[in-house]
């Protein structure tokens, strides 16, 4: 099964009109840029992954693990990590710890739902 991923915070709930005037409600995200934090081997853990940290975090609020943890990837601390599994080879090599808004997908006939809005640094005012 192919999967397109999101990474951003959920603002919301708004709606969208159609021409026909059908109502439609949808979900604004905030997206964030995300970064490489590191790339898993199948030799490793038997299985190929990227991870991926988005999110800013005060270095005060980690703890010493994970503050050890981002040293060692040398990179900033991120607020949320995520594991992606890739069943297919990256079709271009990204190193850890670079930052990329689009890093490739699982999928290739994967269409994003009309019921989905993206906002990517935009205030959203709500009446």
Do not use: C, H
């Not at 840029?33 to 299985?47: F, L, M, N, P, T």
């Not at 800013?56 to 994970?66: D, F, G, Y």
């Not at 080879?89 to 689009?102: I, Q, V």
Request: no cysteine; charged share 30%; proline share 4%.
């Amino acid at each position: 099964m192919s999967e397109i991923a999101l990474i951003g915070k959920k603002i919301g709930m708004t709606r969208e009109f159609y021409k026909s005037g059908q109502l439609v409600p949808v979900t604004v995200l905030k997206m964030e840029k995300a970064r490489v934090i590191q790339v898993i081997e199948e030799d490793k853990r038997g299985y190929k992954a990227v991870q991926l940290g988005y999110g800013k975090i005060k270095n005060s609020k980690l703890t010493k693990a994970m503050k050890g943890f981002f040293s060692k990837k040398n990179t900033e601390a991120k607020k949320k990590l995520k594991e992606y599994r890739v069943t297919k080879s990256l079709s271009r090599s990204t190193p850890s710890g670079s930052s990329s808004p689009f890093l490739g997908t699982t999928s290739t006939n994967a269409k994003p739902s009309p019921r989905l809005r993206a906002v990517r640094n935009e205030s959203v005012s709500r009446s």
